[in-house]
């Protein structure tokens, strides 16, 4: 079965440094990968998404993400870190049908000043 | 473009109550998918529709239903309400052109 795995529950970045969250997965054939994010009381906002093509992504708000078949992972990466970025992000893959994901337990992102 | 809709974005309930969410999906998206959101089990699907057919369904109870109407929105209904049903329900749009979904604000829902 699909599975998605953060290692990170929490990570504390400092404003303006750089940020990788980690993601693993596991899926037997090319898999349709996502990053979202939530923010305090809201719903997921769509980061980037990898269906095929280059494995180098780009997203909204200056994220981008890998994919690594060989280690089956899909880090998210950004390489300043505002205040605003302090959120829980999720990594996710779709099983079966994008319609249908199965999300990873999340890492919440601190951001200090 | 208009968001996806949820209503109501609060609700309380007593165990043993049902309960009804409803979700108003991006327009000209056909196929709406629901999420429970807990703190111990994150994210899970539940169910998807697509043109008023359940295509996909989670592992839920039966207690757990769903319908799509045929303009597209869809409602949940969750019944003979338990205290482990406490939740963000979360609605999403799908986009078949672009594989993509697209998330409402949530409905938090509090069983007593």
């Known amino acids: 079965a699909q599975s998605v795995t953060q290692p990170d529950i929490h990570i504390t970045v400092s404003e303006g440094a750089s940020l990788e969250l980690r993601c693993n997965y596991s899926?037997?054939?090319?898999?349709?990968l996502f990053w979202y994010v939530q923010s305090p009381g809201q719903g997921l906002q769509l980061l980037l998404k990898?269906?095929?093509?280059?494995?180098l992504v780009q997203g909204i708000k200056g994220f981008e993400a890998e994919f690594k078949r060989s280690q089956s992972s899909f880090n998210l990466r950004k390489p300043s870190v505002h205040w605003s970025d302090a959120a829980e992000y999720f990594c996710a893959v779709a099983a079966g049908g994008f319609q249908k994901l199965v999300f990873g337990t999340g890492t919440r992102l601190l951001v200090s000043p | 473009k208009a968001g996806v809709t949820q209503t109501p974005r609060y609700l309380i309930k007593t165990r043993g109550q049902q309960v009804t969410l409803s979700c108003s999906p991006i327009s000209g998206h056909r196929s709406v998918s629901w999420y429970q959101q807990t703190p111990g089990q994150g994210l899970q699907f539940l169910f998807e529709y697509f043109s008023e057919t359940q295509r996909n369904k989670g592992n839920f109870p039966g207690r757990f239903s769903g319908r799509q109407f045929s303009n597209s929105r869809s409602e949940m209904n969750v019944s003979t309400l338990e205290l482990g049903d406490s939740a963000l329900y979360l609605c999403a749009s799908n986009e078949g052109d672009t594989d993509t979904q697209y998330f409402g604000p949530g409905t938090r829902l509090t069983v007593l």
């Open positions: 899926y037997g054939a090319t898999p349709y």
């Open positions: 990898y269906f095929s093509g280059d494995t």
